[in-house]
């Protein structure tokens, strides 16, 4: 015998029944959906308010944002859940369990994502910023809640973990404000205008772009081996941009000097 279609053997009547049983449950669920929307819309413009009172970095208000959002959201969902007669805490039972597992298997995003808020709880970096992190130099362009974003001199973007940031040895060139740059000079041999070289340096380091006037360059001997000598140039920059071309630009200028030096 041939099986009937679906559609014939559904009993259209009591599906309609069912629905209308339903109906105030499923109204109900929609109408708290709707006002933990609401609640969240209203609450959202005194969250931001005090937020940015509070002077917080931008990418840390509105990671905050979003939790907030989430949370308000995820009481609402199951609040509606509940009215549909479903055992909120058996499925969230359920849940955790799922939850535990997935915790597992994403337990380096999730470390990540720790580290991020630590990163703005502790704030060793800020976007702008000059830093060194695991041999990689560059400035911070994003902190994301997973991963810190530099670009280098080079116009390449490097993406490193939070966690890494948060772990490794970092280096803030722009904490502090003024830098000072080291040059090392090798392999001046030494004779009686070894001073006069020493000034000639000076004076090139004084007027190169972007070294400050306070604190003055200096240039000292840092030591001697045989008939040459190893000097030492130190000098100030306003800020970490700088430190790089202003480190390439003493080396030009020094080379300059020592080859125009007599002997």
């Known amino acids: 015998m041939k099986e009937k279609p679906i559609w014939q053997r559904l009993n259209v009547d009591q599906l309609v029944t069912q629905f209308v049983a339903w109906l105030p449950s499923l109204l109900s669920a929609f109408l708290l959906l709707v006002a933990f929307w609401a609640l969240f819309r209203l609450t959202r413009a005194p969250l931001v308010r005090i937020l940015r009172r509070a002077k917080l970095d931008p990418a840390l208000s ?3 944002e979003r939790v907030f959002r989430f949370t308000v959201m995820t009481f609402g969902v199951l609040m509606a859940v509940n009215q549909l007669g479903i055992n ?6 359920g849940l955790g369990v799922v939850g535990l597992t997935i915790g597992f298997a994403a337990k380096d ?9 630590l990163i703005f709880w502790d704030e060793p970096f800020r976007a702008g910023d000059w830093v060194t992190v695991g041999g990689n130099y560059g400035k911070v362009v994003e902190i994301t809640m997973r991963t810190t974003r530099l670009l280098t001199w080079n116009n390449t973007s490097v993406i490193i973990p939070n966690e890494t940031a948060i772990t490794q040895v970092m280096v803030n060139h722009s904490a502090m404000g003024r830098v000072r740059v080291e040059v090392p000079i090798s392999g001046i041999a030494i004779d009686q205008n070894l001073t006069g070289k020493e000034q000639a340096l000076l004076s090139a380091v004084q007027s190169t772009q972007d070294v400050l006037k306070e604190p003055p360059p200096t240039v000292a001997l840092k030591a001697i081996s045989g008939s040459t000598a190893d000097l030492v140039i130190h000098a100030w920059v306003a800020n970490a941009e700088h430190e ?3 480190f390439g630009r003493i080396l030009e200028a020094s080379e300059r000097v020592l080859f125009a030096a007599p002997g």
């Open 88 to 93: 909120v805490g058996a499925a969230l039972a």
């Open 109 to 117: 995003t999730l470390s990540n994502v720790i580290s991020g808020f």
């Open 62 to 64: 509105g990671m905050i």
């Open 244 to 246: 790089n071309p202003v």
